[in-house]
């Protein structure tokens, strides 16, 4: 599908946009949707057609919502399809052209059923003020008895074959104080054993979050993080990661992985995975903690972030009245699709879309084309550019792919 920019939404953007260099500077990567060719920091040289950038960083308030307040609980399993969203933002074509929220029961025979409800995808807001930022997208998973209340949602890509996907989210520690959603609890964390969770390990046991690449059981890449883990350890799989008619698992196909410089799952962080044509590599605030061969996927996919539990050996059990919560403050992808072709892109525009590395190229890495030269086609991708970037995108108009 083609993604485009409006006119006043980028020009907003690079008139309002922050000067400071942070690791997220949202009005700078919605200005480098004026590039046509999108190149990621790493080993593989290589470049991306198509970009996309979802941020819930600055969500403006609603008539029906200001999203100071989680949505009640789900307490029935029947509340399930054609449930009302959890406010008009949901509504609006700047969620729907681009995300779907899925309302289905999940591996329906599971010891406990899934239930993907559209009340556990919501927005909150942080109304503290040196907050990273305003507003903040919430997955929720709850226990109310018989089943799992869980939410998943998928980025409106078809055919994506080989991309770099990105999100800062962070499971929400209980107890945080001041927080909108979940309804602002306990200032101190008041430990509950019961649910698994405990001053180290503030989180409710038994969920999974995943964001992946998925096409079939057998052609998906992932990063997860299971609650019922130590806080500070996330796990890398392609699968398949299990021979069924071995039973046993498949060596090096999924990774539990001790995250660098003492990261933990509460705090937010810029999690990314690259699928390229024969390996998957997974970063963590830009700094690459595996990559991975085996399984690697080579069927074109769809993007899903969702947030689970099954009762499973995986997942483990959520605890009746356990709430495991997560938000997401922007999802980015750049990538291929497998209608992707080469011959289009002499004369683009093309940047660098990491921290390390906002800079202007004249060629392509792989050496497959080579961009317009003068300096006011670049992208304004770095401040630097900033200025030049606006001069540009008002002499050249602003459709891109
Ligand atoms: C969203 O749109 C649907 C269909 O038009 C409508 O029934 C529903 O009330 C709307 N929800 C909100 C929260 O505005
Ligand atoms: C929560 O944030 C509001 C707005 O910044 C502030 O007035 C209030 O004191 C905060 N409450 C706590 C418990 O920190
Ligand atoms: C809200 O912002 C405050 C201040 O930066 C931070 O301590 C708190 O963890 C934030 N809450 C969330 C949910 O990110
Ligand atoms: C997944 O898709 C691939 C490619 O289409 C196919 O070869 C494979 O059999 C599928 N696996 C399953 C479990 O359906
Ligand atoms: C989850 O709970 C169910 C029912 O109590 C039990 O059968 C199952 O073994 C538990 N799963 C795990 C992973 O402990
Ligand atoms: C994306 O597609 C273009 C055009 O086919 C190709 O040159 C480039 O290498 C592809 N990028 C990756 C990372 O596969
Ligand atoms: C631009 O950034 C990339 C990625 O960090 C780096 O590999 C490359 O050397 C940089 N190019 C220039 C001209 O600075």
Redesign the pocket.
């Known amino acids: 599908m083609t993604f485009f920019t409006t006119y006043p939404y980028a020009l907003r953007a690079l008139l309002l946009g922050s000067l400071a260099i942070g690791s997220v500077d949202a009005s700078r990567k919605r200005e480098s949707q004026t590039c046509g060719a999108y190149m990621v920091s790493g080993p593989?040289p290589?470049?991306?057609?198509h970009y996309h950038f979802s941020d819930f960083g600055s969500i403006p308030s609603v008539q029906d919502n200001d999203f100071t307040a989680a949505p009640p609980l789900v307490t029935s399993a029947e509340n399930r399809e054609g449930q009302p969203s959890t406010s008009s933002f949901f509504n609006q074509t700047t969620w729907q052209e681009y995300w779907s929220i899925h309302d289905d029961v999940h591996k329906p025979d599971s010891l406990l059923p899934s239930i993907y409800s559209d009340q556990n995808v919501f927005i909150a807001r942080n109304s503290t003020r040196d907050a990273e930022t305003d507003t903040y997208l919430t997955l929720r998973a709850s226990r109310p008895g018989a089943f799992v209340s869980t939410a998943e949602i998928e980025l409106n890509v078809d055919q994506v074959l080989?991309a770099s996907l990105r999100a800062r989210l962070r499971v929400l520690p209980n107890g945080l104080s001041n927080l909108s959603a979940p309804t602002a609890g306990p200032a101190e964390y008041v430990a509950d054993p019961d649910t698994g969770s405990d001053r180290s390990h503030p989180v409710d046991s038994g969920a999974v979050l995943g964001l992946f690449f998925y096409h079939n059981d057998t052609q998906e890449s992932d990063i997860e993080i299971l609650t019922r883990d130590p806080i500070n350890q996330i796990h890398y799989t392609n699968q398949p990661d299990y021979d069924d008619s071995a039973h046993e698992e498949i060596a090096g196909a999924s990774t539990e992985v001790t995250m660098p410089h003492d990261y933990v799952m509460t705090e937010w962080l810029d999690h990314r995975i690259d699928w390229?044509?024969g390996v998957s590599r997974w970063y963590i605030n830009g700094d690459l903690v595996l990559d991975k061969t085996i399984n690697t996927p080579s069927t074109p996919s769809t993007v899903f972030m969702n947030l689970w539990s099954n009762g499973g050996s995986w997942s483990g059990n959520m605890s009746v009245g356990a709430q495991v919560y997560v938000g997401v403050q922007y999802v980015e992808l750049a990538y291929?699709t497998s209608q992707?072709?080469?011959s289009n892109?002499q004369g683009k525009e093309s940047c660098y879309i990491d921290n390390d590395g906002f800079n202007k190229s004249t060629t392509?890495p792989?050496g497959?084309f080579t961009s317009v030269a003068s300096s006011s086609r670049l992208c304004g991708v770095d401040n630097l550019y900033r200025v030049t970037a606006l001069v540009a995108l008002v002499g050249i108009g602003l459709s891109v792919t």
């Open positions: 593989d290589g470049y991306f057609q080989y390229f044509d291929n992707s072709v080469g892109d392509a792989d497959t």
